[in-house]
């Protein structure tokens, strides 16, 4: 199968129109979005503008491309820009049958490949903490803690860095429920594994990914493992794809105005993966 997969437009109308082209022309079997794919809110509103953006332009296009090609699925996870609400959102469109909201704890199966989502990433400066955690048991907790959702009080609170990252699962402990598959299949995780060419910001001089998420893929080795989130590393260390043993991992990075998005076969996704931008992955830098 054909399958398209990016990530993170954080809202930005451009990308979705030229991700619109792109799906229209390839007409791919399976559309894959990687999180982090609507605009941030405002603090003082923090929720209604991402929540409506779901409806009003995420499923909108999703409908669009489904239009023109009946029997396209799309599946996503999210990532840590976005509200536990929007989860709920979309959810509902899950539960509806018009997207997948992939998740790790069950497979979902798609024309003879299983695909497991995981929307959470270890701490960053980002100010929203919903679908942050703590990589592994043991990390420190971050310095500082953000806003998190009540959905009891239907209200966003400031959480302090023990209160909300000492009260959850960590990263590592939630996928060591991750569900076991025979076959081929696909991780679709929004955080990059850490120390690979795919988690490296320019201004950071060490990997900024997750250890926990390495760790998974090295030990359950999926044929393929898509990614997002650190969307300046492959113009940093040279590539969009990188190897765990036998898994190929793949960060299409992103930019403002000119789309970063892979097209690939799942019968040969190494073989046969195409970036919108790089017409190969370029050599590695030292
Ligand atoms: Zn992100």
Same mark, same amino acid.
């Given at each position: 199968?054909?399958?398209?997969?990016?990530?993170?437009?954080?809202?930005?109308?451009?990308?979705?129109?030229?991700?619109?082209?792109?799906?229209?022309?390839? +007409?791919?079997?399976?559309?894959?979005?990687?999180?982090?794919?609507?605009?941030?809110?405002?603090?003082?509103?923090?929720?209604?503008?991402? @929540?409506?953006?779901?409806?009003?332009?995420?499923?909108?296009?999703?409908?669009?491309?489904?239009?023109?090609?009946?029997?396209?699925? @799309?599946?996503?996870?999210?990532?840590?820009?976005?509200?536990?609400?929007?989860?709920?959102?979309?959810? /509902?469109?899950?539960?509806?049958?018009?997207?997948?909201?992939?998740?790790?704890?069950?497979?979902?199966?798609?024309?003879?490949? $299983?695909?497991?989502?995981?929307? +959470?990433?270890?701490?960053?400066?980002?100010?929203? +903490?919903?679908?942050?955690?703590?990589?592994?048991?043991?990390?420190?907790?971050?310095?500082?803690?953000?806003? @998190?959702?009540?959905?009891?009080?239907?209200?966003?609170?400031?959480?302090?860095?023990?209160?909300?990252?000492?009260?959850?699962?960590?990263?590592?402990?939630?996928?060591? =429920?991750?569900?076991?598959?025979?076959?081929?299949?696909?991780?679709?995780?929004? =955080?990059?594994?850490?120390?690979? +060419?795919?988690?490296?910001?320019?201004?950071?001089?060490?990997?900024?990914?997750?250890?926990? @998420?390495?760790?998974?893929?090295?030990?359950?080795?999926?044929?393929?493992?898509?990614?997002?989130?650190?969307?300046?590393?492959?113009?940093?260390?040279?590539?969009?794809?990188?190897?765990?043993?036998?898994?190929?991992?793949?960060?299409?990075?992103?930019?403002?105005? /000119?789309?970063?998005?892979?097209?690939?076969?799942?019968?040969?996704? $190494?073989?046969?993966?195409?970036?919108?931008?790089?017409?190969?992955?370029?050599?590695?830098?030292?």
């Amino acid at each position: 199968m054909r399958i398209c997969y990016s990530s993170d437009f954080h809202g930005q109308i451009s990308l979705y129109d030229q991700f619109d082209d792109l799906v229209h022309a390839q +007409k791919p079997n399976l559309v894959i979005l990687g999180g982090d794919m609507l605009p941030d809110g405002d603090p003082d509103d923090p929720i209604t503008p991402q @929540v409506a953006f779901v409806h009003d332009e995420y499923m909108r296009r999703i409908n669009s491309w489904q239009n023109a090609a009946p029997g396209l699925a @799309v599946a996503c996870v999210l990532g840590n820009h976005d509200w536990i609400c929007s989860r709920m959102a979309l959810q /509902n469109y899950h539960d509806a049958g018009r997207i997948v909201l992939l998740d790790h704890r069950q497979a979902w199966h798609y024309d003879g490949v $299983a695909f497991l989502g995981y929307s +959470k990433s270890p701490p960053t400066p980002h100010w929203v +903490k919903d679908l942050e955690r703590l990589d592994l048991p043991d990390s420190p907790l971050p310095a500082s803690g953000g806003t @998190v959702w009540d959905p009891g009080a239907q209200c966003v609170f400031e959480a302090r860095p023990e209160e909300h990252f000492g009260t959850q699962p960590s990263i590592e402990t939630e996928l060591a =429920a991750a569900a076991r598959i025979e076959g081929p299949w696909i991780f679709v995780c929004h =955080a990059p594994p850490h120390g690979t +060419k795919l988690d490296r910001l320019p201004s950071v001089e060490y990997p900024i990914g997750s250890r926990a @998420v390495r760790d998974f893929i090295q030990s359950r080795q999926p044929m393929c493992a898509l990614h997002g989130h650190v969307h300046e590393s492959p113009g940093f260390t040279g590539s969009h794809i990188d190897h765990i043993g036998r898994s190929l991992c793949v960060n299409p990075g992103q930019s403002l105005d /000119n789309l970063h998005a892979v097209l690939f076969d799942s019968d040969d996704p $190494a073989g046969t993966l195409r970036h919108t931008v790089f017409a190969e992955a370029p050599a590695s830098r030292p």
